[in-house]
């Protein structure tokens, strides 16, 4: 079965240090693989995604076939990056499923 | 531009009781979908419509209905509330595209008792 796994719930790093948030995900076929992120009191956006490879606010994602894997990362953290992250996958039908989310804290 | 917009933004229901959760999308997207949020969980699939007419489950359609009779609307029914129906409901739309990116409502704060 398909699935997306964020294996941390909770990732606190400090200000300036790097960012890795990890996403591992479950699919046969050919996958389309976002991150979404929900700053608090605003709603859910998408961040970037896989076939863009685009760097978003300093966030760049890459996808390994290989490890099923589209981590995301940040060279320097910042307090503004705060905020619940999600990695979703887009399969078959046009089925839209969502990791279990990471909560990133910025330490000042 | 409102973009997705969902009502209400709180409800507080009995067991047992009814209600309906409305979504509505002024951007001409064909593909809707609800979800649902909860601590430790994520966001879940319900269901969702790729067209007016059409509609699929999701990961987790048990106890709730929808229906697409027009491209805007899409609402999300609770036929018969229970406790483990207690979430925080969100709505999204996009275009009919592969890696085309989801516009989400502001959610709807749920509460069965």
């Known amino acids: 079965a398909q699935r997306v796994t964020q294996p941390e719930k909770l990732l606190s790093v400090f200000k300036g240090a790097p960012v890795e948030l990890k996403c591992n995900y479950s699919?046969?076929?050919?996958?389309?693989l976002f991150w979404y992120v929900q700053y608090s009191r605003q709603r859910l956006q998408l961040l970037l995604r896989h076939i863009s490879r685009e760097s978003i606010k300093g966030f760049t994602a890459d996808l390994n076939k290989g490890e099923t894997s589209f981590h995301l990362k940040k060279p320097f953290a910042q307090e503004e990056d705060s905020a619940m992250y999600y990695c979703?996958?887009?399969?078959?039908?046009?089925?839209?499923?969502f990791g279990k989310g990471t909560r990133l804290h910025i330490l000042p | 531009n409102a973009g997705v917009t969902q009502t209400p933004k709180f409800q507080v229901l009995k067991t047992g009781q009814s209600m309906t959760l409305q979504c509505a999308q002024d951007m001409n997207h064909e593909y809707m979908s609800w979800y649902r949020q909860d601590p430790g969980m994520g966001l879940r699939l319900i269901h969702y419509?790729?067209?007016?007419?059409?509609?699929d489950q999701g990961e987790v359609p048990n106890g709730y209905n929808v229906s697409r009779s027009t491209t805007e609307d899409f609402p999300l029914r609770l036929l018969s509330a229970a406790p483990s129906q207690t979430s925080v409901y969100f709505c999204?739309?996009?275009?009919?595209?592969?890696?085309?990116?989801?516009?989400f409502g502001n959610g709807t704060r749920l509460t069965v008792t």
């Open positions: 979703a996958l887009e399969f078959g039908d046009d089925k839209i499923i």
């Open positions: 699919y046969s076929g050919s996958p389309e």
């Open positions: 999204a739309s996009s275009i009919l595209q592969g890696n085309s990116p989801l516009h």
């Open positions: 419509s790729v067209g007016a007419g059409i509609t």
